[in-house]
């Protein structure tokens, strides 16, 4: 057997320090690049082999289903390869493909099948599976384990028909989106309705949190709970029953979690709740044979918009460490090796990153030569910078035969910048993806049967019922729908309770009423046959039955055959999850996975074509050629961050990201002028590029990095600033400076952010020695 020393010698010091770790709390500070899957990976590994933990005791929670699978993918090859070594003396790899997929079965049905790895979300819709007949809802909202899982189109027009038809609000007043996005909020905050309402006393929050409560009815009323429940409820239930509360905390004594700056307040609640118990955090210290072992990196907190929180990372030390400082503690390990890119792009990165306050100091540390310079091309506009960045890629995919068209990609701050790059790709007949259009699991199609498939799970979904009764068409009209729907809102029952009686079929849907009791008869024979038959024989069963695919065969026409090859690649995916999920074959756990699914989770491996995306789609994503396009002020950073300081640094961060996904070449660009809304406009450098090392970037036109700011006022104080020193301090400057840049002009100074010699200034340009009255001043960093 290989001695646990042997095992661990692939790491280096600091990944080794984090992984030999037992109990107790840690926090990994994993910088981008440094092996930080690699780390949990061995964790898990460490923990089963020389602590002898029980798999079924270990959580590790991810931040996509793809790291879990991957997570997952690495832990049964580790074992498995270490079991190769022991009985045949060879590596796993050098086995015959047999006897290689004997031994990770084996390892499945003793180790990962055990193990519990999944996002945030799949790990609750689990324990709900298990639990949420237990939890006691407010106004005797009940919901049993068969629940459905509304995805955001769903839950957008559930709360579209309160507003407009339930509660008859003006939607221009009260816009359904925004309304759905508040109420998205308070449940990522863990706010009930009344909580929102004493939030927000005025009389919009009141009305909202109307509409929330509304909302939270319906949602029982369809025994379904939308992504926010999924964790909000388990957290609400964990605090309502101990005996609960106990048993999945004694069941999870090893609690793992990535992307630790990612989380919001309701998951922050979720890991503290299983790891003591409900006791405080701050005095809690029965780490016995438990531990909570986070890992994460401030620098790349982008995610505010969905509620993340960074300062749960960074407060980390004063939750669950000791509190020392970093040179001290034994509860946080840096990991500043960087495996990926190369050293000119992670000093560029570097630099960068450390113009934010908010931070826990590290530094990318590289592992690979110093590489190509990075380039920074200056367009006349958008077609010109589109048309750059496509013959570079041509060029390099001709010059280079490693390269092929996959291992390039365009990273954006909007999504609205991908036209004039996928005009230029289109026209050069170079192929390429969009990542982060529309899901798969969002087509039409797609749609259609799973609310067949969720029907017939769970009757109570009067969403899924409605949408397929006449689809496809089987001569039930509106009016008989309405009648339908209005007879189940009078009789207060669920639309099922009506459709399953034929006698009130016959009465309330007149000619319509036989193609009413079908459909009934339809669910009713599919739902007697899911406990005994897998999802696939269920699908195809649905499919025949319900006449969809014979329709789509039907129809004849392009986008019929291609709706058609989606139904078909759903099948497929039944068959993949089957065959990836030996022990849970059944329709529920497939829906359950489906409704989860991601879009980044269904990136192609080695895909060939040129990938397209936005900088928060690239995170945790990497290319040997990235192209960093838009560099502009006001549209990176946005226009929102300029009088904001935090905002600010959350786009710095995303800039960062989009960075350090680079393995090999870097270019940025930006346009001189760009059209916005129909008319062009004048366009000037991004902050962060004159943030960037010049020393190590080259670019098409001697001025395109931009100069710093100075003061107009004092010569030695401006000779200090152009020669770059390192004595620039928020005391230098005061409101009502005037400044001048060599690119921008003249301006002065209405804000001045930060602290010590890590400040930001708001600056206010002079058009003709006159003040450019803009609703925001730009915001540029002095030194």
């Avoid at 106990?246 to 979690?257: D, K």
Wanted: net charge negative; glycine share 6%.
């Amino acid at each position: 057997m290989i001695q646990t020393s042997e095992f661990l010698s692939h790491l280096n010091p600091s990944q080794r320090q984090s992984v030999e770790h037992y109990c107790g709390p840690l926090l990994v500070v994993a910088g981008a690049g440094s092996g930080k899957t690699r780390a949990l990976t061995y964790r898990i590994a460490n923990l089963v082999l020389t602590h002898k933990v029980d798999p079924e005791n270990i959580l590790a929670v991810t931040f996509t289903n793809k790291a879990a699978r991957e997570m997952k993918e690495r832990i049964e090859k580790l074992f498995a390869d270490r079991q190769s070594q022991s009985e045949y003396g060879k590596s796993l790899d050098s086995l015959p493909p047999e006897q290689q997929t004997r031994l990770k079965s084996r390892i499945y049905k003793t180790i990962t099948k055990n193990l519990w790895i999944g996002t945030f979300h799949a790990i609750c819709a689990r324990i709900l599976r298990f639990d949420i007949e237990k939890f006691q809802g407010s106004n005797g909202r009940k919901w049993d384990r068969n629940f459905s899982i509304f995805d955001e189109s769903d839950a957008q027009s559930l709360v579209k028909n309160i507003i407009i038809n339930q509660l008859q609000l003006d939607d221009k007043k009260f816009d359904p989106r925004s309304v759905r996005y508040a109420i998205s909020n308070a449940k990522n905050q863990g706010w009930s309705p009344q909580d929102l309402e004493r939030e927000q006393p005025n009389y919009r929050g009141r009305v909202i949190a109307n509409v929330y409560s509304v909302y939270q009815d319906s949602l029982a009323a369809n025994n379904a709970l939308d992504f926010d429940d999924l964790i909000l409820m388990p957290v609400q239930l964990f605090r309502q029953n101990e005996q609960v509360r106990g048993y999945w905390h004694n069941r999870f004594r090893h609690i793992l979690v990535d992307e630790y700056q990612d989380t919001n307040r309701t998951q922050y609640d979720l890991i503290r709740l299983l790891v003591t118990n409900g006791e405080d955090s701050q005095t809690f210290n029965n780490w016995q044979y438990r531990s909570v072992f986070v890992v994460g990196d401030a620098d790349q907190s982008i995610y505010s918009f969905r509620a993340a929180d960074f300062t749960i990372l960074m407060g980390f030390q004063e939750d669950f460490g000791d509190r020392l400082p970093d040179d001290d503690t034994r509860t946080m390990v840096k990991l500043e090796e960087n495996y990926r890119s190369t050293e000119n792009i992670l000093e560029v990165a570097n630099q960068l990153i450390e113009n934010n306050t908010e931070r826990i100091d590290k530094v990318l540390k590289p592992t690979r030569g110093s590489g190509e310079a990075i380039y920074l091309y200056r367009a006349d506009d958008e077609a010109a910078e589109a048309e750059f960045v496509v013959q570079k890629i041509r060029k390099l995919e001709q010059e280079n035969p490693e390269l092929n068209w996959g291992k390039f990609a365009i990273l954006y701050r909007t999504n609205a910048q991908s036209r004039a790059f996928e005009e230029s790709l289109v026209r050069w007949q170079v192929p390429y993806k969009v990542v982060g259009g529309l899901r798969f699991y969002d087509r039409k199609e797609i749609k259609d049967v799973l609310a067949y498939l969720r029907a017939i799970v769970n009757p109570f979904d009067t969403l899924s019922l409605l949408r397929v009764i006449n689809t496809p068409r089987r001569g039930i009209g509106k009016t008989t729908i309405d009648s339908l729907a209005k007879a189940s809102q009078e009789l207060n029952q669920p639309l099922w309770e009506i459709l399953s009686d034929e006698t009130s079929i016959r009465t309330l849907a007149g000619r319509s009423a036989k193609g009413v009791i079908a459909f009934a008869a339809l669910i009713k024979k599919w739902r007697e046959q899911l406990d005994s038959l897998p999802a696939n024989e269920i699908v195809q069963g649905v499919l025949e039955d319900s006449g969809y695919v014979a329709d789509l065969k039907a129809q004849g026409t392009d986008e019929a055959d291609d709706r058609l090859g989606n139904v078909q690649e759903l099948y497929n995916a039944v068959l993949q999850f089957e065959e990836e999920n030996e022990e849970d074959k059944n329709l529920i756990a497939f829906l359950a996975s489906a409704s989860l699914a991601s879009d980044l989770d269904n990136l192609e491996e080695g895909a060939t074509t040129v990938s397209l995306m936005t900088l928060h789609s690239s995170k945790g994503l990497e290319f040997p050629v990235v192209f960093l396009v838009g560099l502009e002020q006001g549209l990176f950073p946005n226009h929102r961050s300029m009088d904001d300081p935090a905002a600010l640094e959350e786009e710095r961060r995303l800039c960062y990201v989009g960075i350090t996904r680079a393995q090999e070449r870097l270019f940025i660009s930006y346009a001189r002028e760009r059209r916005l809304y129909g008319s062009r406009e004048p366009a000037s450098p991004s902050l962060f590029l004159s943030e960037l090392p010049r020393e190590l970037m080259e670019s098409n036109v001697s001025t395109a990095l931009p100069q710093r700011w100075t003061k107009t006022t004092s010569e030695s104080r401006k000779s200090a600033l152009e020669s770059n020193l390192p004595n620039t301090h928020a005391d230098d400057w005061t409101v009502g400076d005037r400044v001048v840049h060599k690119a921008y002009g003249t301006g002065q100074v209405t804000n001045i952010f930060g602290a010590g010699n890590k400040i930001c200034l708001a600056v206010t340009l002079f058009w003709n020695g006159s003040k450019n009255h803009r609703s925001q001043a730009d915001s540029f960093r002095p030194g």
